[in-house]
């Protein structure tokens, strides 16, 4: 008898096949009873029926619990009505028998389900969203190669900061500080001279305090890089991007989605070109929306949700006021108040899943920016060397995947969409 997964089922009708796996579920009518069994690749029914069955084999499948581990010997069947595949059970094997599992059908309250983490990453909703968090990342992966980018990986443990100094994670280091990277961005500027195109991949961290939907202290960002481009081109790069991820999800991953019961038709939508307005369009839109927003402000995250109901597709929001964002970001050349600056918000509500910008690559101006911001020059020369050295145009975009996780998976909070969270109240499990 072959060993098989569960997905190929259907290329074994009426063979004996071996199947090891969990059973999810299970229900007893005293004479034939019906395991879910779950094996990664999918979930099937497995039937046990007393007439088929030896005594001893049917004594023993009444010990079964939720979870327990089994190996299932079973004569594979198409479903007489549905479009689905049965294991009518001829023998079977305990490889562990579970105690009784604390996450049952009813319904359990967040703290709970978080506590038990662990366990909860085999519930149906929660292998959806990270089988849907897997085909993001090699939808990711898949579209920087063929795109000649080239991988750069910026290291965690940094000297400096990239986004500010006020979310900083700070650690010893030997007799020195260091911080974990807010975003390997800087990094990865010094590698387009070698690479023209790169990107890096990997977890951040922000000591965020908020305790909002959107925010997470570690999380998965992928920062683009890209020499002698412009701001356009930047943007198109990443509407291609998230259209490309976008795609692969509604591709492979129909019945994850069905799952979630996502409803899919904004995620359909990003076939078409994504809305682009500046900064000081969408504060005038929430202005007369009745936001108490104003000229020069930042959008916060009610800002953005209500903003994003507006359009039925990503928007990108272009030139912010330069003096809320970073100092590395170039300046309008036709209005030096703005910067060269591009969030990208999703729909639905969802708001920012992209920040990317044009990079200042004069030495002086950015000398200048970062005495402003009253950054250290000495942390910073090296960044500096980057322009005395064949500088030239160039910019980038760093996306963070658990909020595009968040939006395609039509889910409300960030805390889901990563196996293990990290927040303000949260490092356990
Ligand atoms: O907008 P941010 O801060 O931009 C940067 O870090 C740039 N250095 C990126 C670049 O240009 N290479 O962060 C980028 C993205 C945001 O758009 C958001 O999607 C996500 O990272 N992000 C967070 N996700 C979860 N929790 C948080 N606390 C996040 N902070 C930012
Ligand atoms: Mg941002």
């Known amino acids: 008898m072959e060993n098989i997964f569960i997905k190929d089922l259907k290329d074994f009708v009426d063979k004996e096949v071996v199947i090891n796996g969990w059973v ?27 007439a088929d069955l030896s005594e001893g084999v049917w004594a023993k499948a009444q010990e079964v619990t939720q979870e327990t581990s089994v190996k299932v010997m079973a004569k594979v069947a198409k479903h007489p009505k549905k479009d689905e595949y049965e ?90 500080k260091a911080y974990l990277s807010q975003s390997g961005q800087l990094y990865i500027e010094s590698a387009i001279f070698a690479h023209n195109k790169v990107f890096d991949f990997g977890p951040v961290f922000r000591a965020e305090k908020s305790k909002t939907r959107r925010h997470l202290t570690e999380f998965w960002m992928m920062d683009a890089e890209m020499a002698f481009i412009n701001l356009d081109d930047n943007m198109n790069v990443q509407e291609e991007l998230i259209r490309h991820m ?49 000229d020069g402000e930042d959008l916060g995250a009610d800002d953005e949700t209500m903003l994003t109901k507006k359009f039925d597709n990503p928007i990108f929001v272009t030139h912010y006021p330069a003096k809320i964002k970073s100092f590395y970001m170039e300046r309008n050349v036709n209005n030096h108040e703005l910067a060269e600056c591009s969030d990208l918000l999703a729909p639905e509500g969802y708001g920012e899943i992209i920040g990317g910008s044009q990079r200042e690559d004069d030495h002086d101006t950015l000398l200048q920016r ?22 030239v145009p160039h910019g980038g975009f760093g996306f963070g995947l658990e909020r595009i996780v968040a939006w395609v998976c039509g889910i409300q909070h960030v805390r889901e969409t990563i196996p293990f969270p990290r927040t303000i109240n949260r490092l356990k499990p």
């Open 87 to 176: 294991l009518h059970v001829i023998d079977f094997n305990y490889y562990q028998i579970a105690e009784e599992y604390p996450i049952s059908k009813k319904e359990h309250g967040v703290d709970f389900l978080m506590d038990n983490r662990h366990l909860w990453l085999r519930s149906a909703k929660q292998i959806a969203i990270q089988k849907i968090r897997n085909t993001l990342i090699q939808a990711n992966y898949d579209y920087m190669a063929k795109n000649d980018f080239v991988k750069i990986d910026a290291p965690i443990l940094t000297p400096n900061a990239c986004e500010g100094t006020t979310e900083l994670f700070e650690i010893d280091y030997f007799d020195d």
């Open 246 to 294: 976008v795609s692969a999800v509604l591709e492979n991953n129909k019945a994850e989605l069905e799952i979630l019961e996502r409803d899919i038709k904004a995620l359909e939508n990003t076939v078409k070109p994504f809305h682009k307005i500046t900064h000081t369009e969408a504060v005038k839109m929430l202005q007369d929306m009745g936001s108490d927003i104003k």
């Open 370 to 391: 970062l005495k402003e911001e009253k950054l250290s020059q000495e942390d910073f020369q090296w960044y500096l060397d980057l322009r005395k050295y064949g500088s």
């Open 24 to 50: 999810a579920n299970f229900r007893s009518s005293g004479k034939i009873a019906f395991w879910q069994l779950r094996d990664g690749s999918g979930i099937a029914q497995a039937i046990l029926s007393s």
